[in-house]
């Protein structure tokens, strides 16, 4: 999830631009959308970042 997109802020700040700080209004609703918690959701964006940049294949 991110949030760097200028000019589409969240709901609640729509018109304004855009800060990360935001990012966890971001969540909040993709937790919604998913039907899940919002620490499950957390739980499962660690998991992937884990996955995708921690647990690569080193070169041989």
Do not use: C, H, I, S
Request: net charge negative; proline share 10%.
């Amino acid at each position: 999830m991110e949030t760097d997109a200028p000019f589409l802020a969240p709901v609640p700040y729509r018109g304004q631009p855009n800060r990360p700080a935001w990012v966890r209004v971001v969540a909040e609703r993709v937790a919604q959308e998913r039907q899940v918690t919002l620490a499950e959701l957390e739980a499962q964006t660690d998991a992937n970042f884990t996955r995708l940049f921690l647990e690569r294949e080193k070169p041989a």
